[in-house]
C-alpha cells in the first residue's frame, strides 16, 4: 500500500536522518514505527504526505508516486493525528472535526452531522461539540484528534505520538479504543512512538529504526520480541521482552480455582481458615479487594484483574501484584469466576515455550 524505495532525507548540514529506507506497509494493517529520539521516525512519516520532501528515492501510495500529487491534495486525503492534538482553539469541537470536509467542499451542515457521528464513534459524548479544545481533558483532547483524522474517511491515517501526552490509564484505553476502531474501519495506519510497549501493543508490524535513520528490523512484534535482529535491537526491546513476549500467548487452558469470598461488612467471616486470605466481594460477586489474615477487617487493595482470553501477561500480572499472590480472574460481568496461582502460571509458560520449540 505504502512503499519506501532506497528513501534517504537528509536535512542541511546534518546526517541522513533517514538513511537509505525501503519498506513496504501494508494495506488494512497498523505498521509502528519504533526507535530512540532522533532516528527519523517523524521525518519518514511526513514523507508519506509530503510534509518532508525525501532528498532522494521514492514514496508510492497505492502504487502512485507521491511527488506527482500536490502536496496540498495528498495532505487532505490523508489523516494525521499528533502528540499535540492540532485542534484549532477558536474552533468547536464539532467544528474542527469538520475542517477537512469544508475543505473539501462538504456543506456545512453535512460536515458537522459527521462531525457528531464521529464523536460517537471514537467514545465522546455529544454535548462535547459544542465546547472548546481547552475545554476538554487531554485524553479528550486526543481523541477529537482521531475523529478529525478520521472525517474525511481517508484510507491512510498518520499518527505521530498521539497518545504520548496523556496518562499511562487514559493512553490505556485510548490504545484499546485505537485497537476496536480498526477492526471496524480497517484503515492503513502508520503510527509513530519511542514506547516499545505501545508499539508491541498496536503493531500488526513493528519497524525499530536506529539513531541514524536506519531500518534496524521490520516484523511482527512477536519476532521483534522473540528474535530481535542485532544487539541494538535487544537493547531496545529491553529485558523485559521475555515478560512482553507474553502478550501473545492465550491463557485460556489455566485451571481456576475456588476462593473463600467475604462480604464487606462481615470481615472475618465464619467458615474462614485461620492464615487464609479471603476475597472480599460486594453484592454482585464483584472483587472488591483482600482481607487479609492477620488484620482481617480491613480491605486490602487487590491486584489487576485477568479476564477469560486474556494473555499469560495477564495472567501473570494478576498473580503477582495481587496481595495474597492468587490472581483474580473475572467473568464478563466483572463477577469472581475463581483465582489462578503464579506456579500454574509460569507452568503453562514452560509448556508454551515447549510446545513453540516441538514445532520449530
Ligand atoms: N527541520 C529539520 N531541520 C534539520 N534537522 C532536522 C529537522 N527535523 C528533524 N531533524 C533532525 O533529523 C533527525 C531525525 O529527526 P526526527 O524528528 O525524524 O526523529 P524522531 O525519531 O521522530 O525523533 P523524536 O522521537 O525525538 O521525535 C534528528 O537528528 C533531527 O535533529
Not at 188 to 215: C, N, P, R, S, Y
Request: glycine share 10%; hydrophobic share 40%.
Amino acid at each position: 500500500m505504502i512503499e519506501f524505495q532506497s528513501v534517504t532525507k537528509q536535512y542541511q548540514g546534518g546526517q541522513p536522518a533517514v538513511d537509505n529506507l525501503t519498506m513496504s506497509i501494508d494495506k488494512g494493517a497498523i505498521t509502528v514505527l519504533v526507535g530512540p529520539s532522533g532516528c527519523g521516525k517523524t521525518t519518514s512519516l511526513r514523507m508519506i504526505n509530503r510534509m518532508v520532501e525525501p532528498s532522494s528515492g521514492t514514496i508510492t501510495v497505492a502504487g502512485k508516486d507521491v511527488s506527482t500529487v500536490p502536496a496540498a491534495q495528498l495532505r487532505r486525503s490523508m489523516g494525521y493525528v499528533m502528540q499535540s492534538s492540532g485542534l484549532l482553539p477558536h474552533r468547536s469541537v464539532l467544528d474542527n472535526i469538520a475542517t477537512v470536509p469544508r475543505l473539501n467542499g462538504v456543506s456545512k451542515a453535512d460536515a458537522r452531522k459527521r462531525a457528531a457521528e464521529l464523536l460517537d464513534v471514537v467514545g465522546l459524548a455529544s454535548v462535547l461539540g459544542k465546547r472548546y479544545p481547552s475545554q476538554l481533558s487531554g485524553g479528550q483532547q486526543q481523541r477529537v484528534g482521531v475523529a478529525r483524522a478520521l472525517a474525511a474517511d481517508p484510507p491512510v491515517l498518520l499518527m505521530d505520538e498521539p497518545f504520548s501526552a496523556v496518562d499511562p490509564v487514559v493512553r490505556d484505553e485510548l490504545q484499546q479504543e485505537l485497537l476496536r476502531l480498526q477492526r471496524e474501519l480497517a484503515k492503513t495506519i502508520v503510527f509513530v512512538t519511542h514506547d516499545i510497549d505501545e508499539a508491541t501493543v498496536l503493531g500488526d508490524k513493528v519497524a525499530v529504526f536506529a539513531v541514524g535513520g536506519k531500518l534496524a528490523q521490520y516484523a511482527a512484534p512477536e519476532e521483534i520480541l522473540r528474535a530481535p535482529a542485532n544487539d541494538f535491537v535487544a537493547s531496545f526491546v529491553g529485558r523485559d521482552r521475555g515478560f512482553r513476549h507474553l502478550a501473545f500467548d492465550v491463557a485460556d487452558s489455566l485451571r481456576l480455582h475456588s476462593v473463600t469470598m467475604v462480604g464487606q461488612t462481615e470481615g472475618q467471616s465464619a467458615g474462614r481458615r485461620a492464615g487464609e486470605w479471603a476475597l472480599v466481594v460486594d453484592d454482585e460477586s464483584r472483587p472488591l479487594g483482600w482481607s487479609s489474615p492477620r488484620d482481617g477487617a480491613g480491605l486490602v487493595p487487590g491486584g489487576s484483574l485477568f479476564h477469560k482470553g486474556d494473555t499469560l501477561r495477564r495472567a501473570l500480572d494478576s498473580a503477582l501484584s495481587s496481595p495474597s499472590g492468587l490472581g483474580v480472574a473475572v467473568d464478563d460481568d466483572g463477577r469472581v469466576a475463581g483465582v489462578l496461582k503464579a506456579p500454574e502460571v509460569l507452568a503453562l509458560i514452560e509448556e508454551v515455550r515447549r510446545h513453540r520449540e516441538d514445532a520449530t
